[in-house]
């Protein structure tokens, strides 16, 4: 069954920067699509950035290249979110998560298709 396990989250300065990984096992990054999503209290979970299993890009919540960055080790079977000048609103539990590729279907990153989920990293941005 696979897993996936998030880190780098923790408390940071308003203008700070954290780097969230995301490992898993027990599947290939070649064969699915990874997803970070966060969820801030009070409020609905909501798509971060997308990566493909061929390493297309899909940004949800501002354009690339920005503030955030996805990214990804293939051999190390890990997904990196690079948060840059990171804003008080920033401040959200982080879910990675994962979608095997179906092929002859439409591709998706939406949270309602995704297969397999973190048990999220907590990011705050406070000073």
């Known amino acids: 069954q696979p897993q996936l396990v998030e880190s780098g989250g923790g408390l940071v300065q308003p203008e700070g920067s954290l780097r969230l990984s995301c490992a898993a096992s027990?599947?290939?990054?070649?064969?699915?699509?990874i997803g970070w999503f966060r969820q801030a209290p009070g409020k609905e979970r909501e798509g971060v950035s997308c990566?493909?299993?061929?390493?297309?890009?899909?940004s949800y919540i501002e354009p690339l290249p920005d503030r955030f960055a996805i990214s990804r080790e293939v051999a190390k079977n890990t997904v990196y979110l690079q948060m840059n000048r990171l804003k008080p609103e920033d401040t959200a539990v982080y879910y990675c998560s994962a979608r095997r590729v179906r092929p002859g279907t439409v591709w998706s990153c939406d949270e309602y298709d995704m297969d397999w989920w973190g048990k999220g990293t907590l990011v705050t941005v406070s000073s």
């Open positions: 990566i493909s299993s061929r390493g297309d890009v899909t």
């Open positions: 027990g599947l290939s990054l070649d064969y699915y699509t």
